[in-house]
């Protein structure tokens, strides 16, 4: 969150950022609020302190024997009693106000960040793996006919335990995805990552802690109760990434110099309760209400969040340099750089099958694979993450930044559009090899029960 001095002393710059994130929050409102509860603050102070003298008259007036004075002392020093209370209650309730107007307000984009009103003004940086793609066949089969197909996929049979927007990985399709997870892992234990296995489960305060909250309380699967009821802070929800619990593990905290950057990574499942419109888009396994990913977060200190930001790119981006899948790299303007970022790329992999108006002159279409974020210090004042240089010195707020390594199923998607065979199998990507037993390729597998004779109506 932005802190109240910044906001106070930086009106116009917060209101260009509410303009250029299209957010729509009475600064106005923000910054009245803001006055009058400083001057209250201010009342108060002089309240106490004239009561402290007052209070302190009342002895020495008894003293020297004079009543009259002296009860005209506790008279007025129970009128400042009740003038304070008044003003502390008041105080409270706009320092309440002001606590969750703040929590309204986006993070200021960087100044390298591309002003745009939405997605179509995102500015594509570059394109990777182009110059040498594979072979592939006449017609490429979209994920979702040749996963049935191959009988690695099953979103009828998912829809009927769980409802639309799940699927069941099967066989080597399961297979398949826990290699990616493995592998993923592996490749960012060797950049430097320590792993975390968190907790499924996270409180309202943490959704709050990583800018989750209360924006985006509609996507999220809460565990008890409507997502329109009000929430406490310790209302527990299916976490929508591993950012949330990761960033939150040294919530309230006061790090060391020494110890940063700090690198995480977690793999985890995702619940996320948007799923978009229905069709070609969003058909098979690119949008889901759960997926598999293995996220990074870094902690790391203000001034070296800007070279970490392009070294947790180039970490993100090494996952599909090994798998050899073709991606691009989009640098988002501010229209679309999300409510929590200073600034963001995206990686998006090339799926050749489906053909978007969107996708590259060779057809298919862009898959966002991972969001590669600079918070700069938005995340760790929300959470409390702070650092000292030395044991001595004052703690102050270091930065966080986090990024997919990646996103399973839409890797998958890729793989089984651009690594698919004429004969309608899939070659497993070199890389993979290791994690699935040597296996080179998927064949598929036979269907079971009367739907394999056609006779399951």
Known sequence: MLSRQFVRENPETVREALQNKGVDVDLD?????????????SRGDDLRHERNEVSSRIGELKQAGDEAAAQEA??????????????EERADELEAELEAALLELPQIPDESVPVGA???????????LFDDLRELPATVTPHYDLGEDLGILDFDRAAKVSGGGFYFAMGDGARLEHALVQFMLDVHR???YRDVFP????ASRSMEGTGQFPKFTE???RIEGSNEEPYDEDDLWLLPTAEVPVTNLHREEILLAEDLPLKYQAYSPNFRQEAGEHGTETRGIVRVHQFNKVEMVNFVRPEESAERFEGLLDEAEEVLRRLELPYRILEMCTGDLGFTQAKKYDIEVWAPADDMPEGPDRGGRWLEVSSVSNFEDFQARRADVKYREEHHESAEYLHTLNGSGLAVPRVVVAILEYYQNPDGTVTVPEALRPYMGGQERIEGHDPVGESALGTDD
């Open 190 to 192: 060797e950049q430097g």
């Open 118 to 128: 939405d997605e179509s003004e995102n500015v594509e940086r570059r394109r990777e």
């Open 29 to 41: 409102r923000i910054l009245e609020v803001d006055e009058e509860w400083r001057e209250l603050k």
């Open 74 to 87: 506790i008279e007025r020093s129970q009128e400042l009693k009740a003038e304070l209370q008044e003003v």
């Open 219 to 221: 996507d999220a699967y």
């Open 199 to 202: 907790p499924l489960p996270v």
